[in-house]
Nanobody, 119 residues
Framework: HVQLKESAAVQSGGSLRLSCKAS????????MAWYRRGPGKQRDLVAS???????SYADFTKARFTIYRSDAKNATYLQMNSLNPGGTADYYC???????????????WGPGTRVTVSS
């Protein structure tokens, strides 16, 4: 059984770091990504990161966000700087991974963590 769990930590200067850790019977993790859904909006891809280290960002991140991962911890992180109220949303992490003993890879999602940015 595999689970993903997000958490958030406020940092100095108004930055926020989201963390997501996958736990359970995991053999290997492929791509990991962050999505968000703002109030009344559709879910959008924020950033993704492959196992090879290739990254992709949504235009709205405007070089303010950084995605990185720790393979040792089966975790991914999203560093968000210069946040504005437009960043208010539920943030979800997802991981494409092989479970132990599995012959196929599956996508797993965390329950999400709410980020509220005040003006």
């Amino acid at each position: 059984h595999v689970q993903l769990k997000e958490s958030a930590a406020v940092q100095s200067g108004g930055s926020l770091r989201l963390s997501c850790k996958a736990s359970g019977d995991i053999f290997s993790v492929n791509a990991m990504a962050w999505y968000r859904r703002g109030p009344g909006k559709q879910r959008d891809l924020v950033a993704s990161l492959t196992s090879n280290g290739d990254t992709s960002y949504a235009d709205f991140t405007k070089a303010r966000f950084t995605i990185y991962r720790s393979d040792a911890k089966n975790a991914t992180y999203l560093q968000m700087n210069s946040l504005n109220p437009g960043g208010t949303a539920d943030y979800y992490c997802t991981a494409n991974l092989y479970g132990s003993g599995s012959l196929a890879e599956y996508d797993y999602w965390g329950p999400g963590t709410r980020v509220t940015v005040s003006s």
